[in-house]
T-cell receptor
């Protein structure tokens, strides 16, 4: 039940845009997005909840299609500081909904 | 100064030895979690605890044990039964339920088995 992320890696020039996708085979209660730089802890970016509520950074945007069990993270006008590995985490609707399951990550490199 | 403290930052262990990783938080969060991360991989849940004196197994609990005697503390013991314990271990907390709350991560402990 691990979510699937795509692409696995992407290389951009500063100022370019990117989209990272996350899909699940199960109905989702929420989707979480984190960014991790090498050797550091993951940093929270956004939560998207069933029903449309979102919590997160103003400069980050994302979508959550409940019917398709998919989420996308949109990185616009990328900066060098956006480089890192992006993880989506999902909480499924069934059961106790107390476990966050992470995808294997998307490595983003922004070049000057 | 609020946050999550993990110690030590680096830990070396000989095969066959048990070792305990510390995780302390002063955020007054109810829920605490332990994740394991292998190079180039995502995070996998080992154990989690929603309240004091209660904890649940995650996806890869075999060879690990935890306790939650205090709200602030959630130590993880890596036992000799864990076949391949070399990894980056991350502790996390959330105010209540991970379904709707942000998870905050500690700085991690890098464990190497010699």
């Amino acid at each position: 039940q691990q979510p699937v992320q795509s692409p696995q890696a992407v290389i951009l020039r500063e100022g370019e845009d990117a989209v990272i996708n996350c899909s699940s085979s199960k109905a989702l209660y929420s989707v979480h997005w984190y960014r991790q730089k090498h050797g550091e802890a993951p940093v929270f970016l956004m939560i998207l909840l069933k029903g449309g509520e979102q919590k997160g950074h103003e400069k980050i945007s994302a979508s959550f299609n409940e019917k398709k069990q998919q989420s996308s993270l949109y990185l616009t006008a990328s900066q060098l500081s956006y480089s890192g590995t992006y993880f989506c985490g999902t909480v499924i609707s069934s059961g106790s909904a107390r476990q966050l399951t992470f995808g294997s990550g998307t490595q983003l490199t922004v070049l000057p | 100064d609020g946050g999550i403290t993990q110690s030590p930052k680096y830990l070396f262990r000989k095969e066959g030895q048990n070792v305990t990783l510390s995780c302390e938080q002063n955020l007054n969060h109810d829920a605490m979690y332990w994740y394991r991360q292998d190079p180039g991989q995502g995070l996998r849940l080992i154990y989690y605890s929603q309240i004091v004196n209660d904890f649940q197994k995650g996806d890869i609990a075999e060879g690990y044990s935890v306790s939650r005697e205090k709200k602030e503390s959630f130590p993880l013991t890596v036992t000799s039964a864990q076949k391949n314990p070399t990894a980056f271990y991350l502790c996390a907390t959330s105010p209540r339920s991970v379904a709707t709350d942000t998870q905050y991560f500690g700085p991690g402990t890098r464990l190497t088995v010699l």
